[in-house]
Every structure is written in structure tokens, then in C-alpha cells.
């Protein structure tokens, strides 16, 4: 996964499909769950984009719809973007579209939690603190 | 492949839940991307559940250290998938049309393992809600419905001509 471009609020990856990456043997479509990871991750990214600091989040749920089938002929964008902030919680949206045609694939919705410093994130900074 | 029982105790296990196992594990072991996450079938005596063993790659988070919240979408669309097309008479490869997981513990870097429930098999649908844990079965990290769809013989028909 390659990132492509980072804005205010809005991230743009990029993914090229592998083989390993298929749904089924004799097929060359893309697992489903290669586009999940892909919009988890840029839905991640774009919580820090529209935060602009990098604190610990959690992904709270996510909901994807997949629109059609996906070929592993051409690589693949996802556009996620950050549509609210609370304090607590981010609202993102991200579009999964093939390079090239700009054909929409998937779209996800995704709530994160901000701030989430688990017992062991806290326990590490603990440790370099003191180191 | 290994089991959660051992070899013995599987063949005077009961036929059925054997044959299930077996379907399970020749279905996961046709999609590339679930060989790719290391996924294997095991049998306790409740079912058959899906095993993803931990490997640094599947880490997305490096500080906690935990698992990447894609992996675990993968685990149970992939555990979904295999039950629904398991229970299907024509045992037809079913399209995944959406799944929505929540997340809840952080998952750690560790084995974790996914079991299925079907809620509806329908005609042309199946409803699935997969549960995934890691030590402890009642402490689910992460619950998910997956709805699929079942190809039908006009859908396919479709499908020929020109989409």
C-alpha cells in the first residue's frame, strides 16, 4: 500500500494487486478483504489528517459495501475522508475506486475512537521515559 | 493443518461434524488470499472454527503491539464466506455484498480464531455473524455480519452477456 497524497481531512492510497491477493483460484478477482484492509487502513490515516496530530486511535466499526466485482487488472485507490470530529470519535467515509476508469468499487463507513492509549501503549512510554 | 483434537479423538467424533470439517478446509484452502493470512480449520466441540495464526506481518500497530483491524475484517469475511457456501446445496461461490464489524477489545498480537453462526441461508442470500476471540471465547475482540449472495442461474446468464 502506497500512500498518495494527504490533505486536510482527506487521504488518498494506492494498492497494486498481487496474485495472492485473489478470491479464488481460477479467477483473477480480488478478494473482498483486500479492499476492507485497504479502506481500514486510509480511514486511519484520515482520522490523522483531519486531527493533524498523531495520538492512538481504535477502530470503533466499520461497514463496507462492495458495489461490484473487482479485477486484479488494475490498481486500486481508496479516498477516505474525515467527515466529523468530536472530541472522542471520527466519522469517515471512503470511496474504493479502480485507477484509471475512476469506476467506484466500494464505499465504506468507518467510526474510530480518539485518544485511546491502552495499558501497554501507556506502559511503553512509560519505559522509554525512564529509559 | 493442525486441530484442536487430537487425531484419535477425530475419526470417533461424529460423521457429520468430520465431513463439515473437511468441507471447510477444502473450500478455505481454494482462496489464495486466506492461504496468504495463514488460515486453518479446527474442530472443538461446539464446531468448526477458523484459527489465524500471528505472524509479525498481520501487526498494524507496532507500539501496542496489536493486529491490524483489516486482518481481522479478513477472518471473518473469509469465515463467512466458507460457512455460507458450506451449508449451500450446490455449494456455489457466494459474491460478498457488504459486512460490518465492530471492534471490541483491542485484538493483540496473538492467535486469534473465528467462529460462524448462521442467521438466515436464504434462496438467493445468507446471513452470517461471525464471532472472534482469542483466549477466552466470551470475551469476543470483534463481532461481524456478512451478507452474501448466492449466484443464481439468471444472474449468471446475465453475467455472459456482457457486464
Given at each position: 500500500m502506497q500512500v498518495v497524497s494527504v490533505d486536510q481531512g482527506q487521504v488518498c492510497m494506492r494498492l497494486t494487486p498481487q496474485?495472492?491477493?485473489?478470491?479464488?483460484?481460477?479467477?483473477n478477482e480480488i478478494c473482498t478483504s483486500v479492499l476492507y484492509s485497504l479502506a481500514d487502513s486510509a480511514g486511519g490515516l484520515a482520522v490523522f489528517a483531519g486531527v493533524l496530530e498523531l495520538m492512538p486511535i481504535a477502530t470503533l466499526d466499520l461497514r463496507m459495501d462492495y458495489l461490484r466485482p473487482v479485477s486484479g487488472d488494475r490498481a486500486l485507490l481508496a479516498v477516505a475522508t474525515c467527515r466529523h470530529l468530536t472530541n472522542e470519535v471520527a466519522f469517515i467515509h471512503c470511496d474504493i475506486l479502480s485507477e484509471g476508469?475512476?469506476?467506484?468499487?466500494a464505499t465504506a463507513n468507518a467510526t474510530f475512537m480518539r485518544n485511546t492509549p491502552g495499558q501497554q501503549f501507556r506502559a511503553g512510554i512509560l519505559k522509554k521515559e525512564g529509559a | 493443518m493442525s486441530t484442536v483434537v487430537d487425531p484419535a479423538q477425530q475419526c470417533s467424533g461424529p460423521a457429520e461434524s468430520g465431513k463439515e470439517y473437511a468441507d471447510w478446509q477444502a473450500l478455505l484452502e481454494r482462496i489464495p488470499y486466506a492461504r496468504h493470512l495463514g488460515l486453518e480449520v479446527q474442530r472443538d466441540d461446539a464446531g468448526v472454527l477458523v484459527h489465524l495464526p500471528c505472524r509479525e506481518?498481520?501487526?498494524?500497530?507496532?507500539?501496542?503491539p496489536a493486529l491490524h483491524g483489516g486482518v481481522l475484517g479478513a477472518l471473518i469475511e473469509l469465515t463467512a464466506r466458507v460457512a455460507a457456501q458450506s451449508q449451500d446445496t450446490e455449494t456455489r461461490c457466494p459474491r460478498i455484498l457488504d459486512s460490518h464489524i465492530n471492534y471490541l477489545r483491542s485484538a493483540k498480537a496473538r492467535s486469534t480464531f473465528a467462529r460462524a453462526d448462521i442467521v438466515r441461508q436464504g434462496r438467493r442470500t445468507s446471513l452470517v455473524q461471525v464471532t472472534c476471540w482469542q483466549g477466552?471465547?466470551?470475551?469476543?475482540?470483534a463481532t461481524g455480519q456478512v451478507q452474501l449472495l448466492l449466484p443464481t442461474m439468471a444472474a449468471q446468464q446475465e453475467d455472459r452477456h456482457g457486464h
Open positions: 496474485s495472492w491477493m485473489f478470491a479464488q483460484e481460477d479467477t476508469n475512476r469506476e467506484l468499487l | 506481518a498481520l501487526i498494524g500497530n507496532f507500539m501496542l477466552d471465547e466470551n470475551k469476543p475482540i
